[in-house]
């Protein structure tokens, strides 16, 4: 006679899953929000730093990285996205990101910085803080960066820029050029960041920054000067006003190389500046109409 298994063998699954322990059972399914969606887990997952790093990982990382990658690391004025940096993903206490930071890269927009080894630990702390998902988690937009106090910040403004800048010269209706708050902020702290800079809907220049330039000087003397297109340890590539592009190989301090950068007083202001004289000086240059 033949046997029906199946009815038997349902029995028996049936009798071992309910006499289970319930710690053995197989693991509860998380229940789905309204939507029916279920956010995957931020990755990559950093043990937490302790809140004193974090608060001077965001204050390094406030004055001297804000304004191209972004108050929340999302990317700025010509600045990549941090949080989907492979360098920056796969970093742990700062290990991997000590050679951008330290030797910048100039092709790029980016200054080096002389941080010692604990502050670039703490930005990279501050940086590992942000999760990182498919979807808005990271984002931390502010109501209103407008939080500063304007006659401090004219007062700031006198101390720190008006030896260049002039609200009645060249910073004439600065604030009605420049309406977004956000970026009248990062275009004053470093105008043309990254090489990008703010434009206008005809899309000409809002603050005509002029280009980085170099000279290079060999051994014989002779000069050679144009736009600097790359510089490393290795090379220096500059663009001559034909459009010729020369190399140059770099062994130490030969060739002599002199880059003309236009924003070198804007990058060695950058450390010089508190929190709060940011926020001061914003809260004036939206005044100036």
């Given at each position: 006679?033949?046997?029906?298994?199946?009815?038997?063998?349902?029995?028996?699954?049936?009798?071992?899953?309910?006499?289970?322990?319930?710690?053995?059972?197989?693991?509860?399914?998380?229940?789905?929000p309204a939507g029916g969606f279920v956010r995957p887990p931020a990755y990559p997952v950093h043990p937490q730093a302790p809140a004193d790093?974090?608060?001077?990982?965001?204050?390094?990382?406030?004055?001297?990285?804000?304004?191209?990658?972004?108050?929340?690391?999302?990317?700025?004025?010509?600045?990549?996205?941090?949080?989907?940096?492979?360098?920056?993903?796969?970093?742990?206490?700062?290990?991997?990101?000590?050679?951008?930071?330290?030797?910048?890269?100039?092709?790029?927009?980016?200054?080096?910085?002389?941080?010692?080894?604990k502050q670039i630990s703490d930005v990279a702390a501050y940086l590992h803080n942000f999760k990182v998902g498919g979807y808005d988690i990271?984002?931390?937009?502010?109501?209103?960066?407008?939080?500063?106090?304007?006659?401090?910040?004219?007062?700031?403004?006198?101390?720190?820029?008006?030896?260049?800048?002039?609200?009645?010269?060249?910073?004439?209706?600065?604030?009605?050029?420049?309406?977004?708050?956000?970026?009248?902020?990062?275009?004053?702290?470093?105008?043309?960041?990254?090489?990008?800079?703010?434009?206008?809907?005809?899309?000409?220049?809002?603050?005509?920054?002029?280009?980085?330039?170099?000279t290079v000087t060999t051994a014989s003397g002779e000069k050679t000067e144009g736009l600097l297109g790359r510089i490393d340890d290795f090379?220096?590539?500059?663009?001559?006003?034909?459009?010729?592009?020369?190399?140059?190989?770099?062994?130490?301090?030969?060739?002599?190389?002199?880059?003309?950068?236009?924003?070198?007083?804007?990058?060695?202001?950058?450390?010089?500046?508190?929190?709060?004289?940011?926020?001061?000086?914003?809260?004036?240059?939206?005044?100036?109409?």
């Amino acid at each position: 006679m033949a046997i029906n298994w199946q009815p038997l063998t349902l029995t028996i699954f049936a009798a071992f899953v309910f006499t289970l322990p319930l710690d053995a059972q197989a693991p509860a399914v998380p229940a789905r929000p309204a939507g029916g969606f279920v956010r995957p887990p931020a990755y990559p997952v950093h043990p937490q730093a302790p809140a004193d790093v974090l608060e001077t990982g965001k204050a390094l990382y406030g004055v001297n990285c804000n304004f191209c990658h972004g108050s929340d690391a999302r990317g700025g004025e010509g600045g990549p996205n941090l949080l989907r940096s492979e360098l920056v993903l796969n970093d742990k206490n700062g290990e991997n990101i000590t050679s951008v930071i330290r030797n910048g890269r100039l092709d790029q927009g980016m200054p080096k910085f002389a941080f010692t080894d604990k502050q670039i630990s703490d930005v990279a702390a501050y940086l590992h803080n942000f999760k990182v998902g498919g979807y808005d988690i990271s984002r931390m937009t502010p109501l209103t960066i407008l939080v500063g106090d304007a006659k401090a910040g004219e007062a700031a403004f006198g101390a720190k820029c008006a030896s260049c800048h002039s609200v009645t010269g060249d910073l004439k209706g600065f604030g009605a050029r420049i309406t977004d708050a956000k970026l009248m902020q990062n275009t004053w702290l470093m105008p043309g960041g990254g090489g990008r800079g703010p434009r206008a809907a005809d899309g000409s220049s809002l603050t005509n920054v002029p280009p980085t330039t170099v000279t290079v000087t060999t051994a014989s003397g002779e000069k050679t000067e144009g736009l600097l297109g790359r510089i490393d340890d290795f090379i220096v590539t500059l663009i001559s006003v034909d459009g010729t592009q020369r190399t140059f190989r770099r062994d130490g301090a030969a060739p002599k190389v002199e880059i003309h950068d236009p924003l070198q007083p804007h990058k060695d202001l950058m450390p010089t500046y508190t929190d709060a004289e940011i926020h001061n000086i914003t809260s004036y240059l939206v005044t100036v109409k």
